[in-house]
């Protein structure tokens, strides 16, 4: 397994993709994830920079998330332009990206089998990275439920922290960018 991490400070959200492409691509050409966090001074293109990664680095995987602060290899952005991109080569590792809306919250969390099968969660499961919208996800009620079919699994991830209101985080799921959900 190989990663890679780099972070941009650019306030121009296409040079700062470009930036963060050519360090990826220079050490891991092939990236099979790529996690992607972005302060609000990106909000305005999220759906550019999302395109633009996903075509230019073409990841199994990619998720990330709107963020008040983004931290990189050697530094920590907050109250400033910065976008931070981690890559990962993972040669044997099944990556199973999902996305739950939140009209879906209702009949997933009443129905733990079929949310276990959103989130692609299994027998080989080791680990469910989930990233939220503080708005719209019910962590309260979620994380026992993911508990009960997954023990011993852990759950790693945050929440989205760019916004003041619902519908103001971006989420990026693969080559979608949501406002909304886990």
Known sequence: MRFHAALSEDEST???ADELIAAARSAIPDPDL???FFTAHHLAEADALLAKLSADLDPQALIGCSAE???GPDREVERAPGIA????KLPGVNVHPFHIARADWRDLLADPVALAERMGAGDQTRALIALGDP????TNQLL???DSFGAGVPVIGGMASAARAPGENVLFYNDAAVTEGL
Do not use: D, N, Q, S
């Open 14 to 16: 296409p040079h700062a």
């Open 34 to 36: 790529g996690f992607v």
């Open 69 to 71: 602060g983004v931290i």
């Open 85 to 88: 991109l981690l890559v990962a």
């Open 135 to 138: 708005f719209t996800t019910p």
């Open 144 to 146: 026992p439920i993911v």
